[in-house]
C-alpha cells in the first residue's frame, strides 16, 4: 500500500488535503475527482454552496506525475510524501 499526501495548491482553497493509495485509481483524473468530490462534500456539509460551485469549475491537474510514478513511489523510508494539485498555469 502507498499512501500519499495529495493537497489542492490554489488560490481560493490552498491546503485541503486527502491522504490516498494510487493504486486504488485507474488513472490520475480519477484521482484528483476522488480529492474534489470529497472536497465539495465537505462544503456542502458546511453550507458553503458558493465554494461548492467554485470548486466544480477548477481545472485541477498533477505536475510531473503518472498514476505509474504515483503507484512507485516508495513510502518505506517513513518519508512524508506531498503530492501538490493545481489550478494555476
Not at 461548492?52 to 503518472?66: A, M, P, R, S
Request: with cysteine.
Amino acid at each position: 500500500m502507498v499512501l500519499i499526501k495529495f493537497v489542492l495548491s490554489c488560490d481560493l482553497l490552498w491546503g485541503y488535503s486527502k491522504i490516498l493509495d494510487p493504486m486504488w485509481f485507474v488513472d490520475v483524473e480519477a484521482l484528483i475527482e476522488c480529492v474534489r468530490t470529497s472536497l465539495i462534500s465537505t462544503l456542502q456539509q458546511n453550507g458553503l454552496d458558493v465554494l461548492v460551485e467554485k470548486t466544480k469549475d477548477l481545472k485541477l491537474h498533477i505536475h510531473d506525475y503518472t498514476l505509474e510514478k504515483l503507484k512507485n513511489i516508495n513510502t518505506s523510508n517513513n518519508q512524508n510524501h506531498v503530492i501538490y494539485i493545481c489550478d494555476h498555469c
